[in-house]
């Protein structure tokens, strides 16, 4: 059998979900069984030069190309034209981590994961050009032309069949992985110099994400506003930690944090390398996650895989994923929000409750288990 994988998303070299996803997912699948053949299909005019131990496996070829995605895209779209399993010589399955357009031949089967369906339900969360992409890639049509659809939660694939009507038995829920956190203690000489790197606070309340609309991180200055403010416990003892890469339609948040009362105790930091991420979580006193919505959501797993508990929202795919180990709140209720903070950071016994649920709940997320599930599922399609 010979698999072709999509892997376009890699190109800008950035480490968001859809990228966390594809890279993790490979790094286990494409050695679990040798007799099958990869082809990577690797496009872009700019794209980074990748450096993944996956790609030394004797079963893996790298298909790299240099043509604009953007003509890809529209001959995909209108004219069904190249088809990718002609590009790569000659592929059974054409497996895509992401709902980037393609075309193939009626003999190759497709499976496509979907992540979630924020587009459709809070198109107003996204840019002119975010909202005209998934236009363009048109993901109703996508879903509906593939042999197979892996969904990352049940509520994604519940998304998928009350949104595009999509038969149910066509979908396989596959959860991500998550990896697991070695603690503070593994922290070495490496904290000071990370804490000097991103300015961090001696006690701080972390987000960890996309700085977009749809993670609530207006309602999360606010509510932490509300929190030095009505619940004046807290004084300015505590810093609001905002960290990771803009996305879009994230003037706002500046904005806002700017004109905010406690703006000299909000910190942006940019963009986190991966490398780091496990300092951020693991100095952090809370972490909170007050997302509108998310197709699964990495870093509230992540924050508890450190031993940090969590706050995070009672909508979408949040709820199945956190379990019992996180407080969950409704995102458009900010005095909630700012209460659960302050509960959280005031009760050490509630603080340690959650760490310990937390260290539990994530061994429900293995990337290993979803590397088998997902070739699994390739194999089948």
Known sequence: MIIGIDIRMLARGT?????????????????????IKYKLFYNGYKKTKLEYSFLKLPNVQLKEYRIPNRLFDASFQFLNYPKIDKILKGIDIFFSPHIFSSAVSKKCKIVTTFHDLSFESYPKFYSTGKNYWHFLMNPKKQAEKADKIIAVSKSTKDDLIKTYGI??????????????????????????????????????????????????????????EILNTKYKILNTEYHLVIAGSKGWLYNDIFKIAKNSLVKNNIIFTGFIENKDKYVLYSLADLFVYPSF????????????????PVITSNFSSLPEAVGGAAIM?????????????????????LQNNLIKKGFEQIKKFSWQRCAEETLEALKYA
Request: glycine share 10%.
């Open 15 to 35: 480490r968001s979900g859809i990228e966390e996803y594809t890279i993790n997912l490979l790094s286990k699948m494409l050695n679990l069984d040798s007799s």
């Open 167 to 224: 038969r149910p038995e066509k979908i396989k829920v596959i959860y991500s992985g998550i990896r697991l956190g070695s603690g503070i203690w593994d922290l070495g000489s490496g904290i000071l110099k990370v804490k000097k790197k991103y300015n961090l606070p001696k006690k701080y309340i972390l987000y960890l994400g996309t700085l977009e609309p749809r993670k609530n991180i207006i309602g999360l200055i606010k509510a932490f």
């Open 293 to 308: 919505y998310e197709g699964f959501g990495f870093p509230p797993l992540e924050a508890m895989a450190y031993g940090t």
């Open 329 to 349: 709140i409704n995102p458009y209720n900010l005095d909630e929000l700012a209460k659960s903070m302050k509960m959280v950071l005031s009760d050490e016994h």
